[in-house]
Nanobody, 126 residues
Framework: QVQLVESGGGAVQAGGSLRLSCAGS????????MGWFRQTPGKEREFVAA????????EYADSVKGRFTISRDNAKNTVYLQMNSLKVEDTAVYYC???????????????????WGQGTQVTVSS
């Protein structure tokens, strides 16, 4: 059974930093992109960041470019999201994700055939 388990969420003041982690199990993720989405109440889940299978190519939503950094450790089946200069509007539940059966970041970003974690809450206060 494939599982993605997030950790590292919490409450922080605007301008602060948090680091999210996501540990995968049940398969080897080395061949698949991994990434992060986020969701706030009443809104659709939105793409935040993704990283290619070998960890060479990152992609970011415009809203987080220059503030968030995605990385991965394939030996640990783990992906990270370093979030700096956090803003109130970054408040959301953050979900880790990976492709089920495809191998491109584009497929992962579509979000229609992914594995998902249970989510971790990030709350940024002013």
């Amino acid at each position: 059974q494939v599982q993605l388990v997030e950790s590292g969420g919490g409450a922080v003041q605007a301008g602060g930093s948090l680091r999210l982690s996501c540990a995968g199990s049940g398969r080897t993720f080395i061949s698949y992109p991994m990434g992060w989405f986020r969701q706030t109440p009443g809104k659709e889940r939105e793409f935040v960041a993704a990283i290619s299978a070998r960890g060479v190519i990152p992609e970011y939503a415009d809203s987080v470019k220059g503030r968030f950094t995605i990385s991965r450790d394939n030996a640990k089946n783990t992906v990270y999201l370093q979030m700096n200069s956090l803003k109130v509007e970054d408040t959301a539940v953050y979900y880790c994700t990976s492709n089920r059966a495809t191998y491109t970041i584009a497929s992962m970003v579509r979000g229609t055939d992914n594995y998902w974690g249970q989510g971790t809450q990030v709350t940024v206060s002013s």
